[in-house]
């Protein structure tokens, strides 16, 4: 499980191998998107009474009021499309629930599903790229920030649109780094710069770093590298049927990784679980003067802070550290994107994607970033006067938006599209935890990662006759 899939406000509470269900006969996102249903003006014209939408979103608190905010506004707006929005806990159990509604029909005709089970969404086949309704409903997508929407991109076709984007960022504690004679406003630019920076900290009683052990580090520091994750392009042009992060590229990244845990500069904690949010809690503390964690959780943290509690601590917000100066790569995306159920009628499909516009529209864009701290997708909603205010008043909310600007835009940053996605990092973090724990070496840890990623990856596509 990746950061950006927990809820943020999680970080609330905590203060006070994966089953997947794939359709048979599944050959690539392209076949799915050349038999997809089509997405007509003219269904949705000739609808006669109110079109009644079920969307399934996974947005906890803060971020779900907002989005309730906007779904009012859209159905104020018109007469034509009313949208019920349906409440999940997480986003591991909206597209639990979606599996098990292809057996039991009880689909919704929105689905907000992470990032991360993109692939596996197609896999389905039960949903309709929102390609379609781009071409038939002739809608321009160039205003939108371009890494933004090629995370569902996948084969050439759109499948998903993206909403809730965010990304991983450094956050780190200005004052220790005085303390410890470091320039706060220089934060480490590098994976090289955040081993010395945390090995200084901690040298000089600050705190080094908290780490969380989580696999989408490998991937983006390998993004930022330019270099992809796995074969056929990322899982781009064709289905991957491998990872290749077993070079020097990935060799170099685990052996930092390393560095920092042996020498003491940093200290793990799980991505799941009671201790989830300890790299967090840890800064506020003390025990750490920095961390990496997703964007998403900026928002939570500074309302913590406001209450006064971690007196000792000016918050920092800086970009992902790159793997080195010279890396051409960039952040890839995360987050969630919105798919629509090719169960539903055909006006339904329509009305679907003219709901879905509106929450990806400049002016609910601008709204839905304000109020959330999730990344404006269109360049016309960063330009608003509204967000260039809070971005001057709040310099770190920017951080996200421009490392996702930064870096060519190849398949190494749109990110990776795999099947058994979830299945594949725990094998990762496995391997990392072994490093960790039990002092295996980064060669062999990661040889040991790619060798149970691609067992993984072989015995998914085996399951449907694909790869």
Same mark, same amino acid.
């Given at each position: 499980?990746?950061?950006?899939?927990?809820?943020?406000?999680?970080?609330?509470?905590?203060?006070?191998?994966?089953?997947?269900?794939?359709?048979?006969?599944?050959?690539?996102?392209?076949?799915?998107?050349?038999?997809?249903?089509?997405?007509?003006?003219?269904?949705?014209?000739?609808?006669?009474?109110?079109?009644?939408?079920?969307?399934?979103?996974?947005?906890?608190?803060?971020?779900?009021?907002?989005?309730?905010?906007?779904?009012?506004?859209?159905?104020?707006?018109?007469?034509?499309?009313?949208?019920?929005?349906?409440?999940?806990?997480?986003?591991?159990?909206?597209?639990?629930?979606?599996?098990?509604?292809?057996?039991?029909?009880?689909?919704?005709?929105?689905?907000?599903?992470?990032?991360?089970?993109?692939?596996?969404?197609?896999?389905?086949?039960?949903?309709?790229?929102?390609?379609?309704?781009?071409?038939?409903?002739?809608?321009?997508?160039?205003?939108?920030?371009?890494?933004?929407?090629?995370?569902?991109?996948?084969?050439?076709?759109?499948?998903?649109?993206?909403?809730?984007?965010?990304?991983?960022?450094?956050?780190?504690?200005?004052?220790?780094?005085?303390?410890?004679?470091?320039?706060?406003?220089?934060?480490?630019?590098?994976?090289?710069?955040?081993?010395?920076?945390?090995?200084?900290?901690?040298?000089?009683?600050?705190?080094?770093?908290?780490?969380?052990?989580?696999?989408?580090?490998?991937?983006?520091?390998?993004?930022?590298?330019?270099?992809?994750?796995?074969?056929?392009?990322?899982?781009?042009?064709?289905?991957?049927?491998?990872?290749?992060?077993?070079?020097?590229?990935?060799?170099?990244?685990?052996?930092?990784?390393?560095?920092?845990?042996?020498?003491?500069?940093?200290?793990?904690?799980?991505?799941?679980?009671?201790?989830?949010?300890?790299?967090?809690?840890?800064?506020?503390?003390?025990?750490?003067?920095?961390?990496?964690?997703?964007?998403?959780?900026?928002?939570?943290?500074?309302?913590?802070? %406001?209450?006064?509690?971690?007196?000792?601590?000016?918050? @920092?917000?800086? /970009?992902?550290? *790159?793997? $080195? !100066? =010279? &890396?051409?790569?960039?952040?890839?995306?995360?987050?969630?994107?919105?798919?629509?159920?090719?169960?539903?009628?055909?006006?339904?499909?329509?009305?679907?994607?003219?709901?879905?516009?509106?929450?990806?529209?400049? %002016?609910?864009?601008?709204?839905?970033?304000?109020?959330? @701290?999730?990344? /404006?997708?269109? *360049?016309? $909603? !960063? =330009? &608003?006067?509204?967000?260039?205010?809070?971005?001057?008043?709040?310099?770190?909310?920017?951080?996200?938006?421009?490392?996702?600007?930064?870096?060519?835009?190849?398949?190494?940053?749109?990110?990776?599209?795999?099947?058994?996605?979830?299945?594949?990092?725990?094998?990762?973090?496995?391997?990392?935890?072994?490093?960790?724990? $039990?002092?295996?070496?980064?060669?062999?840890?990661?040889?040991?990662?790619?060798?149970?990623?691609?067992?993984?990856?072989?015995?998914?596509?085996?399951?449907?006759?694909?790869?």
């Amino acid at each position: 499980m990746r950061l950006r899939r927990i809820a943020a406000s999680t970080l609330v509470a905590a203060l006070g191998a994966s089953t997947i269900t794939v359709a048979s006969g599944v050959v690539s996102g392209t076949a799915g998107a050349a038999s997809a249903p089509s997405c007509s003006p003219s269904a949705l014209k000739g609808a006669t009474g109110p079109i009644t939408l079920n969307f399934w979103e996974s947005m906890p608190r803060a971020n779900g009021e907002e989005l309730t905010r906007l779904t009012d506004q859209f159905n104020a707006s018109q007469s034509k499309v009313h949208v019920n929005l349906v409440a999940q806990t997480s986003y591991q159990d909206t597209f639990t629930k979606y599996q098990a509604g292809l057996s039991n029909g009880e689909l919704p005709d929105i689905a907000m599903l992470t990032d991360t089970d993109t692939q596996a969404a197609i896999d389905t086949q039960s949903f309709m790229p929102v390609q379609q309704c781009i071409s038939a409903f002739k809608y321009p997508t160039g205003d939108f920030l371009a890494r933004a929407l090629a995370y569902w991109k996948v084969a050439g076709s759109q499948w998903a649109m993206p909403f809730g984007v965010s990304g991983p960022v450094l956050f780190y504690n200005k004052l220790a780094f005085s303390k410890a004679g470091l320039n706060p406003d220089q934060p480490p630019a590098t994976l090289p710069q955040l081993v010395a920076a945390a090995n200084t900290l901690k040298t000089k009683g600050q705190g080094g770093l908290g780490l969380v052990l989580d696999p989408w580090h490998l991937e983006t520091w390998m993004a930022t590298a330019n270099q992809v994750f796995v074969n056929s392009e990322n899982g781009r042009a064709s289905r991957a049927t491998k990872t290749v992060f077993t070079n020097k590229t990935g060799l170099s990244i685990f052996a930092n990784l390393s560095q920092l845990v042996k020498n003491g500069s940093a200290t793990t904690n799980p991505i799941q679980g009671a201790g989830r949010y300890d790299n967090l809690l840890g800064v506020g503390s003390g025990k750490y003067s920095m961390t990496i964690d997703t964007s998403a959780a900026l928002g939570t943290v500074q309302q913590l802070l %406001a209450t006064g509690q971690y007196p000792n601590v000016e918050l @920092g917000v800086a /970009p992902f550290p *790159k793997l $080195s !100066a =010279a &890396s051409i790569g960039g952040v890839e995306p995360g987050g969630n994107g919105l798919w629509i159920s090719k169960h539903s009628s055909a006006a339904k499909r329509a009305a679907a994607w003219t709901y879905i516009a509106y929450l990806d529209s400049t %002016a609910s864009q601008v709204a839905w970033s304000a109020g959330t @701290g999730y990344v /404006p997708l269109r *360049k016309s $909603s !960063a =330009a &608003s006067t509204t967000i260039q205010d809070l971005w001057t008043q709040n310099p770190a909310f920017k951080v996200a938006y421009t490392q996702l600007t930064k870096g060519v835009q190849s398949a190494a940053t749109a990110g990776a599209v795999v099947g058994p996605f979830n299945d594949v990092h725990a094998a990762i973090a496995d391997a990392e935890a072994s490093m960790f724990v $039990s002092g295996v070496g980064p060669a062999k840890a990661l040889a040991q990662a790619a060798f149970k990623s691609n067992q993984i990856i072989a015995s998914y596509n085996s399951r449907l006759g694909v790869g």
